[in-house]
């Protein structure tokens, strides 16, 4: 079975300074990743995912993450953070095939920013 | 495109009552799936469905909680009786096979109920 871990739980950033949240991944094959973004009292929103091809993969509101097979990873990046950048950030791995269209997240990271 | 929407927003109820949570997913859209998320165990998956028909009910904590999917608009999740360990966001998402292969799509979730238990 698939499993995530987010070893950081709370990240305390300023304004302006760069970002990068650690995901590890524990899954048999090629997995498909994701990153979702839950703001204070909302759902969860996409960021971006990784399916196959190019490892650096391009999101929204300026975040990029790179999948590193050899090393599990597929960590989160924004080069500069801007205040409503605070949220909680969720990695997820699905499994390919028949396990469905399941998805497995990890624990989560807070990201305060400091002004 | 309205989104997933769910109902109540939040819901405040004693312990021992029928608790029933809303969802109405993406229009064409053939997975959904029931999350809970609360301080202590963060996200968990309780159930999902393919074509309106359960798939993997085994995040689903006892038998107080069910859920159906009458049809591919609309999904319930209920809890009774409820007690006050139940008290959590629970999430509904969707999300659509892609392709002839079935290759894997992103969920798209709901705002989230915030359920409290007295």
């Known amino acids: 079975a698939q499993s995530v871990t987010q070893p950081d739980i709370h990240i305390t950033v300023s304004e302006g300074a760069s970002l990068e949240l650690r995901c590890n991944y524990s899954?048999?094959?090629?997995?498909?990743l994701f990153w979702y973004v839950q703001s204070p009292g909302q759902g969860l929103q996409l960021l971006l995912k990784?399916?196959?091809?190019?490892?650096l993969v391009q999101g929204i509101k300026g975040f990029e993450a790179e999948f590193k097979r050899s090393q599990s990873s597929f960590n989160l990046r924004k080069p500069s953070v801007h205040w409503s950048d605070a949220a909680e950030y969720f990695c997820a791995v699905g499994a390919r095939g028949a396990a469905g269209n399941k998805l497995t997240f990890g624990g989560g990271t807070r990201v305060l920013v400091k002004p | 495109d309205a989104g997933v929407i769910q109902s109540p927003r939040h819901e405040v109820t004693e312990m021992g009552q029928e608790v029933t949570l809303r969802c109405k997913p993406i229009?064409?859209?053939?997975?959904l799936f029931w999350y809970r998320q609360t301080m202590m165990r963060g996200l968990e998956l309780l159930i999902y469905?393919?074509?309106?028909?359960?798939?993997?009910d085994s995040g689903m904590p006892e038998d107080r909680f069910s859920a159906k999917m009458p049809n591919a608009s609309f999904s319930t999740l209920k809890i009774q009786p409820s007690e006050p360990r139940d008290s959590a966001v629970y999430f509904c998402?969707?999300?659509?096979?892609?392709?002839?292969?079935?290759?894997?799509?992103?969920?798209?979730f709901g705002p989230g109920t915030r359920l409290t238990v007295l």
């Open positions: 899954y048999g094959a090629t997995p498909y």
């Open positions: 469905f393919n074509n309106n028909v359960p798939i993997d």
């Open positions: 990784y399916f196959s091809g190019d490892t």
């Open positions: 229009s064409g859209h053939d997975y």
């Open positions: 998402a969707s999300s659509r096979v892609k392709g002839r292969q079935g290759l894997y799509n992103e969920q798209f």
